[in-house]
């Protein structure tokens, strides 16, 4: 019996130690993400400023997130980048910004492989540019990607499904340290 306890208390040691040296608490990662609530929603691209919107490149995205306790739950920060043509006009373009307050949860952990969901409520900043004319207004942004999964080690690629600045389908690389 006293054999099979301390079997039993190696084994969790060894699983406990392995489960330690992957841990990881802060990740930085860079994304692409297409279909976008900007890009998507006219109606609330008309309470920001008039016009068609043409020629849309998608949100380029940056993002950090810290895991206090090492556990499943991480808080950061999401910030995006896209740019559009409006009225079929050179001359009539529009930057937006957002930056995001964020949680992560990592739902399912594995060595190689995580999948997680993430809500992100912020401020969406933009600056359109008509013939020398410039305005800047603000607007309420928000992401929630439902399902996401990475893959790899330190260095992960990912995938999420949700909507909101990052969109519809964002793909990127995560660095976990």
Known sequence: MKKIF?????ALAATLNLSAQNEWK????????FGTFTDMSSSYLKGIFSGKQTNYIGAFGAEY???PNAGALGVGLVGTF???KWNDSDKARTKYFSIMPA???????????SLYSKV??????????????DKTKAAF?????????????????FLE???GEQGLLVAGLRYKF
């Open 120 to 133: 992100a409520l912020g401020v969406l900043i933009g600056m359109e540019n008509i013939d020398s004319q």
């Open 65 to 67: 997130f810290h895991r």
């Open 161 to 163: 499904l949700g909507f």
């Open 103 to 113: 949680v992560k949860y990592n739902w399912m952990n594995r060595e190689h492989i």
């Open 26 to 33: 802060n990740e930085i990662g860079v994304s692409y993400g």
């Open 82 to 84: 896209s740019t559009c």
């Open 6 to 10: 301390v079997i039993l208390v190696v």
């Open 141 to 157: 942004a928000w992401q929630a990607s439902v399902m996401g999964a990475e893959f790899g080690s330190a260095f992960r690629g």
